[in-house]
Nanobody
């Protein structure tokens, strides 16, 4: 069973940057794809970005493409999300998750972290 712990969230102003981190333990981290999803109050969970087990393939939601970058360090069992040019609509709880394939469907992911809050407001 995997344990995922997110960190790095906070309150920032529009245009600022944040870097989220997800630390994984309890399984062979390098064998699984990883992703970030987010959920704003009153809204469904939304795909943000995903990365293959090798890190060579990535996928992004159109709403964050060009602003967010997902990366992973298999030696450290971490996956990061660099978020630049943040907008108020990026406000949400951000969760990391593991899967066997790179996918933008939440149902494909089997382990989830508790999430970290990101608030973008002036």
């Amino acid at each position: 069973q995997a344990q995922l712990v997110e960190s790095g969230g906070g309150l920032v102003q529009p245009g600022d940057s944040l870097r989220l981190a997800c630390a994984a333990s309890g399984r062979a981290f390098g064998e699984y794809a990883m992703a970030w999803f987010r959920q704003a109050p009153g809204k469904e969970r939304e795909f943000v970005a995903a990365i293959s087990r090798t890190g060579l393939s990535t996928k992004y939601a159109n709403s964050v493409k060009g602003r967010f970058t997902i990366s992973r360090g298999n030696a450290e069992s971490t996956v990061n999300l660099q978020m630049n040019s943040l907008k108020p609509e990026d406000t949400a709880v951000y969760h990391c998750a593991t899967a066997h394939i790179v996918s933008d469907y939440a149902a494909d992911y089997n382990y989830w972290g508790q999430g970290t809050q990101v608030t973008v407001s002036s």
